[in-house]
């Protein structure tokens, strides 16, 4: 069946950083759109970032161009999200989650495009 396992979370100070990754099972990654999400406490879940399985293209949330980046290794099934220069606002719950339909891509920040979550991993950026 699908699944996804995300890991790396972690605490660390403002200016900090951290790599999350997204490990996929029971589908093709290659052919897939993958989104990373987040939840701060009290706080709806936004969307952070996209990668498209077609083009390359990527996508971010304005809060985090230039600090985020998002990758994939297709052989080993994993997407990446690589974080600098965290700050305390980037803290919450971050989840990855396959687009229902590649053709979704265009609606990355909305949840209804996703068909399948992992469990998430916490980050927390604190002095």
């Known amino acids: 069946q699908v699944q996804l396992v995300e890991s790396g979370g972690g605490s660390v100070q403002p200016g900090g950083s951290l790599r999350l990754s997204c490990v996929a099972s029971?589908?093709?990654?290659?052919?897939?759109?993958i989104g990373w999400f987040r939840q701060a406490p009290g706080k709806d879940p936004e969307g952070v970032s996209c990668?498209?399985?077609?083009?390359?293209?990527?996508y971010y949330h304005d809060s985090v161009k230039g600090r985020f980046t998002i990758s994939r290794d297709n052989a080993k099934n994993t997407v990446y999200l690589q974080m600098n220069n965290l700050r305390p606002e980037d803290t919450g719950v971050y989840f990855c989650?396959?687009?229902?339909?590649?053709?979704?891509?265009?609606?990355?920040?909305?949840?209804?495009?996703?068909?399948?979550w992992g469990q998430g991993t916490q980050v927390t950026v604190s002095s």
């Open positions: 989650g396959r687009l229902r339909h590649p053709d979704l891509v265009g609606q990355w920040t909305s949840r209804s495009a996703y068909g399948y």
């Open positions: 029971g589908f093709t990654l290659r052919y897939s759109a």
């Open positions: 990668t498209d399985s077609r083009d390359g293209m990527k």
